[in-house]
């Protein structure tokens, strides 16, 4: 990932450090107009974790693969129908990369008594890149240029929300189908969609500052080209998805999330339902109703393909280091650089606008 294309306008926000901890309380059902069920923090945190005790998640490495496994049976657990997308790509150094994008589908039911069939329903894209940078060749000591990126927030983060939305579709629909009357569980705006949740692979292995290259573009979000490029086939007719919505670093320390500039160019209305809904859920605070920056990542190929999609990506305006945040391809992109109030922030936004 992660090249910033240009800096569009900037208007001035109240943030006074990169490394400032985010400490906006989390809203609660009693004081926002809530729908669906409620984002768990702790276990979207837990699952960050466990991808990071795997360690490094660098292509073609032994954790990348026992990772790999580990998502598709945490997803098949939480009800999804799993399907692998593997390929063999070539990396900016000539490396083939043994590359598996993971595609993990489930609907969202509308209610107990809900006719709509599953071919009819809207198919929505929540997707991240699962991969671990294999250089940090963005810390501030050189000496770590060429040492892997443990990737808590640049990878975990976004497949960390993902798992915790599917399980709790997965047990919210089981407690409305259940023989239990539930009344009490919001239903405004069910009707539902069928979600896919992919795991892009072989994102993170652009070419690094230090190898000389000087356009780099193409050398990023490997896997994302390829899910593009066969789109069409991975959907049976009538299940085509209609939009995406990216999660990229998630769930920094201090992150927000401004409008990014592709994301505005090719899915405005998009942008602006989710932020929407991330302001009626009580974290307006977090995501900021301004222009951010405008940045190569895994949206780009699929927005060229047709397929709408935007790119919650945290911004960091006043962070010299990086304005992706001060752990950004660092050997600092650990566990003690997340914060599970911003992946709260973030997940439940987005259940706000699944089911609002």
Not at 13 to 40: H, I, M, R, W, Y
Not at 64 to 76: G, L, P
Not at 80 to 98: F, H, I, P, S
Request: hydrophobic share 40%.
């Amino acid at each position: 990932m992660k090249k910033i294309i240009t800096f569009l306008v900037l208007l001035s926000v109240l943030l006074t450090s990169c490394k400032q901890q985010n400490n906006v309380a989390e809203a609660t059902a009693d004081e926002v107009q809530l729908v669906g069920p409620v984002f768990n923090a702790d276990s979207a945190l837990a699952y960050c974790a466990a991808q990071c005790d795997f360690g490094p998640r660098t292509m073609n490495s032994k954790a990348h693969d026992d990772c790999a496994e580990w998502i598709i049976k945490k997803f098949k657990e939480f009800g999804c129908e799993v399907q692998t997308q593997k390929a063999d790509l070539k990396g900016w150094d000539g490396t083939m990369l043994r590359s598996t994008n993971i595609i993990a589908s489930i609907d969202i039911p509308g209610s107990t008594t809900d006719s709509v069939s599953s071919a009819s329903k809207p198919h929505i894209v929540i997707c991240a890149h699962w991969d671990s940078r294999p250089w940090a060749d963005n810390d501030p000591d050189t000496a770590n240029w060429r040492k892997p990126v443990m990737a808590a927030n640049d990878g975990a983060s976004g497949v960390g929300v993902m798992l915790e939305l599917a399980r709790i579709i997965n047990e919210y629909g089981n407690n409305l189908t259940s023989s239990v009357a539930n009344d009490s569980l919001p239903r405004e705006g069910w009707g539902g969609a069928s979600i896919s949740f992919v795991c892009f692979d072989a994102e993170d292995y652009g070419a690094p500052d230090w190898s000389g290259i000087a356009d780099t573009e193409d050398t990023w979000a490997l896997g994302a080209q390829h899910y593009a490029k066969n789109l069409s086939s991975l959907y049976p007719e009538g299940k085509q998805p209609v939009a995406a919505i990216l999660l990229d670093m998630v769930g920094g320390q201090g992150a927000h999330f401004y409008h990014e500039g592709l994301s505005m160019h090719y899915a405005e209305s998009l942008v602006r339902d989710v932020w929407a809904a991330a302001a009626e859920a009580g974290f307006g605070s977090y995501f900021i109703n301004q222009q951010g920056f405008t940045v190569t990542d895994d949206h780009k190929p699929l927005n060229e393909a047709g397929l709408p999609t935007i790119d919650i990506i945290s911004y960091y305006p006043d962070c010299e280091q990086s304005s992706f945040g001060p752990t950004w391809h660092t050997i600092n992109d650990d566990m003690n650089h997340l914060d599970k109030d911003v992946l709260k922030a973030v997940g439940q936004s987005l259940i706000q606008y699944l089911y609002r």
